[in-house]
Each structure stands twice: as structure tokens, then as C-alpha cells.
């Protein structure tokens, strides 16, 4: 028997819906007892204060985490987020995910997370270059190109991932590429997970046997993967009808200009300054009808509150957790929506991360399409398993997707014992 002693340490709800979906996939798959909680709770974090200058001259201290969940199935993989409402549970919940979307798609990593409480829109590029190489410096003991490799997330980019990437190399004395990925090390990384958000959809659309020339779309969350998958999709023939970022959504039924969309937020605006259509919150963006409807901001967005009301016949969760455990159960009592899962959804970004960690230990350098190509492949092979587990024991699409990443960390665990 295994008996868990463990604190409030992670306590939030973000937390306890990923600890109840391991539940229910753990007793679907019958998961001995004796490896359930460590392949349940995360095997160690690290929280950290992070002094910063201000331009005024003034110092802030911001408060920072990184949470490893798994180290079973490879060194630890996972984004770092700046947001104000950063938690060290919502870390935890989201390296969770990691680790069970990792070992889904086959990929030689656990899973971790990051965070840094901060509103970025409050801090010039200057304060954020000195808080982003902050936190990475009081990382690098507990990371590494075979430790633990971060990407972006919410509120991250490139520019800082370089930032990041430039600390720990000046660090160690010489350039360490594969210590964080997401930074401009492999073609196509940017647009990944929005481009497989985009790949996935159109495959499950072909399977419904909708033509996506028809589809509708509608993107909550216009940054990094909210704004490359409505692109793809955009090329892919579907009319793309309403987007939003964190201060409004725009909704236009004749199809969203993209173009102008992107130009609007590069040259540093926000929606609001968009006037590509009718404004419209964030809440009746979810709500409106559409083929497609892609949460790509934050988790927990879909409630009971709204999941009855949702009039999509996809539901692709580019976001992390975007469903909760009772709108799920809710969505799937309707049994009239398809949902694409987040451990499948938005895995392409993890799967292009992977490619830049090896080309980066290698110094061998892809094109763009060898790289989308190789992604496309990845996915199309998790897709099928997921519909095969999803047949096998009559499973939700969730479900499947779930038990098939827990049982290979589980399975690692097992068969490399326990020490001492
Ligand atoms: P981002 O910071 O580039 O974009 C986030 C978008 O969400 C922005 O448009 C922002 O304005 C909007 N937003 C923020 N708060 C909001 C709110 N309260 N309501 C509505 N919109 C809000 O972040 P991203 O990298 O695109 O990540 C988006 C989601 O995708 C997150 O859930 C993240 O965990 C997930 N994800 C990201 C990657 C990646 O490669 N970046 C990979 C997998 C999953």
C-alpha cells in the first residue's frame, strides 16, 4: 500500500482539477496503488525571490517558480509564464500536463513549469530583460540541457527566451543552445503550437467530414498560438469570425482581416485599438456560433457556467486547462461537440521544443518544412493512438489522451524501481 502525506503547498483549484483528472484516469486504467501518488505529485519545486532594478532606480522584488513534476521519462520539459495571476499550484497543475502530454506524444522528457507573478504591461523591455535573466540565474543550479529545459509561455517570447539563454551561457562560459528552447533556435518553433492546433483541427474536421472551407472559427487569447493557429487556419480556407486578447474581443461574421489584426498587436496595441469589427467580452466570445472555437488564453474559461450555452462543433483547446472537470462532464453529457483535448491540442509546440533541443546539441540545423513536416507526422500518430484508446475502452477523447500519458510515466516508475 502507499500512503500520501502531503501538504496545502499547491492548494488552488487549477491544482485540484488536474489532481482529479489523474484520479479518474488512474482508476480507468487500474493503477496499482503502489505507484499512484508519486506518479501523481510532482517530484520537486524551487520558489524564488527576484530583486530588480527599477529605471527609476528603485528596486522591486518579484517572486518566481519552477515546479518539476516528473524526471522518470527524461530531463524535465515545460514553459515559463508571467502573469499576475501566477501560483505555485497553477505551476504545478500546468507541469502536470507536461508530463502526461510529453509521454502522449512520445517524447524522452518529464514534465515541469515556471512562473513569475508579474504584470508585463507594467515593466519597460529594459525591467523585463533584468527580471527574465534574474530568474534564470537563480535557476541555473536546478536546470539544464539534460536537467530541465524551458520554452515560453503565457506572457514569455523569444526575446526573452533568448534573454535567458544568453544568462546561462555567459554562466557556465560558453553557449549552452539547448538549455531553453522557444528562443529562435529551430525554424518554424514560433508558429508551432498554433500551426498543430491548426493541423489537428483540420484532421478531425476531415474526419467529421466537414469541409473547412466552410468552417468558422472563433480564437479567444490573439497572442503566440491564438494568432499562429488563426493564420493556419486562415490559409487553410476557414473564416476566421472573432478573436480577443486580454482587453476585448472583436467579432466581424464577414471573416477577421488577420492581417491587420497582427500589424495592430506587433506595433505594440492591444484589440481595443483594432477596428476590424463589433466589440464583443471575453465571456460571449465562447458563446458564439462557430464550427470551431479555440481557447488559447488561460485555463478554466469553460465552466457550467457557459459549457451548456457553447455553440461549436469543435472545441480545440489550444490553452492549457481551458475546461473544467464539470463543464467537461457537461460537454460530454451533450454529446454535439467534438473536443480536442490540450495534452493533444497544443503538443506541437513541446514536439518543435524537442526539435530545437536537438538540433542545438547537435549544431545540425533543419529548413523550416523538414521540421513542420516532422511535427505534422508526430501528431498524426498521436492522434491515432488517442482514437484507438479512445474506442478500445469506450473512453472520452480526454480520457484516452490522459491514460495514455500516465500509464508510460507510471510504467517508467515501475520499471526503474524505487531508491533507496
Ligand atoms: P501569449 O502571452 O502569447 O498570449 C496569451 C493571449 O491571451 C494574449 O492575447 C492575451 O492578451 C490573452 N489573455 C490573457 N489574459 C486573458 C484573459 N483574462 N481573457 C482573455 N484573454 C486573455 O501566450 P501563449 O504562449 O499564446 O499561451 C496561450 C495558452 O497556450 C496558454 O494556456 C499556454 O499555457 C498555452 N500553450 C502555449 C504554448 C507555447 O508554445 N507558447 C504551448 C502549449 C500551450
Redesign the pocket.
Known amino acids: 500500500m502507499s500512503k500520501v502525506i502531503v501538504s496545502s503547498l499547491y492548494d488552488s483549484d487549477v491544482f485540484k482539477m488536474a489532481c482529479r483528472q489523474f484520479d479518474k484516469a488512474a482508476d480507468a486504467i487500474s493503477l496499482p496503488e503502489t505507484i499512484r501518488d508519486r506518479t501523481k505529485y510532482p517530484r520537486r519545486c524551487f520558489a524564488v525571490t527576484l530583486p530588480i532594478r527599477r529605471d527609476d532606480g528603485s528596486v522591486t522584488v518579484f517572486e518566481g517558480y519552477r515546479v518539476q513534476h516528473n524526471l522518470s521519462t527524461g530531463p524535465a520539459k515545460g514553459?515559463i509564464?508571467f502573469a499576475p495571476h501566477v501560483t505555485i499550484g497553477e505551476v504545478a497543475a500546468?507541469a502536470m500536463w507536461m508530463s502526461w502530454k510529453c509521454s502522449l506524444v512520445g517524447l524522452p522528457y518529464g514534465g515541469a513549469k515556471g512562473g513569475v507573478i508579474v504584470d508585463t504591461n507594467k515593466l519597460s523591455q529594459v525591467e523585463l530583460e533584468r527580471l527574465a535573466r534574474r530568474y534564470m540565474q537563480e535557476m541555473i543550479p536546478f536546470i539544464g540541457p539534460h536537467v530541465d529545459i524551458p520554452?515560453?509561455?503565457?506572457?514569455t517570447?523569444e526575446k526573452m527566451m533568448g534573454w535567458m539563454m544568453d544568462t546561462y551561457s555567459s554562466h557556465m562560459g560558453h553557449v549552452e543552445g539547448a538549455v531553453i528552447t522557444?528562443k529562435g533556435g529551430s525554424q518554424g518553433r514560433r508558429e508551432?503550437?498554433g500551426a498543430g492546433v491548426a493541423y489537428l483541427v483540420k484532421r478531425y474536421l476531415e474526419d467529421l467530414k466537414i469541409p473547412i472551407k466552410k468552417a468558422t472559427v472563433v480564437v479567444?487569447?490573439?497572442?503566440?498560438?491564438?494568432s499562429e493557429a488563426a493564420l493556419a487556419l486562415d490559409n487553410y480556407g476557414a473564416k476566421v469570425i472573432a478573436i480577443?486578447?486580454?482587453?476585448t474581443g472583436i467579432y466581424n461574421p464577414k471573416g477577421i482581416n488577420l492581417a491587420k489584426a497582427m500589424a495592430c498587436i506587433r506595433s505594440g496595441h492591444?484589440l481595443r485599438d483594432f477596428d476590424g469589427g463589433e466589440e464583443i467580452t471575453?465571456d460571449e466570445i465562447l458563446t458564439l456560433k462557430c464550427t470551431v472555437l479555440v481557447p488559447?488564453?488561460?485555463?478554466r474559461v469553460i465552466t457550467p457556467s457557459n459549457a451548456a450555452k457553447l455553440q461549436c462543433r469543435v472545441l480545440a483547446e489550444?490553452?492549457?486547462g481551458p475546461t473544467t472537470n464539470q463543464a467537461d462532464k457537461i460537454i460530454d453529457e451533450r454529446g454535439d461537440i467534438e473536443i480536442i483535448p490540450d495534452v493533444l491540442c497544443?503538443s506541437g509546440?513541446?514536439i518543435v521544443s524537442y526539435f530545437e533541443w536537438l538540433q542545438n546539441l547537435q549544431n545540425y540545423y533543419w529548413s523550416r518544412e523538414e521540421v513542420l513536416t516532422k511535427m505534422f507526422a508526430i501528431l498524426d500518430k498521436a492522434k491515432e493512438s488517442v482514437e484507438a484508446q479512445k474506442k478500445k475502452f469506450a473512453f472520452s477523447r480526454r480520457l484516452a489522451a490522459l491514460t495514455l500519458g500516465i500509464q508510460r510515466v507510471a510504467d517508467a516508475k515501475q520499471s526503474r524501481g524505487l531508491f533507496p
Open positions: 514553459g509564464r500546468l520554452a515560453p509561455d503565457m506572457g517570447n522557444g508551432a503550437t479567444q487569447g490573439f497572442g503566440n498560438v491564438g480577443s486578447d486580454y482587453t492591444t471575453n488559447a488564453a488561460l485555463e489550444a490553452a492549457n497544443n509546440g513541446v
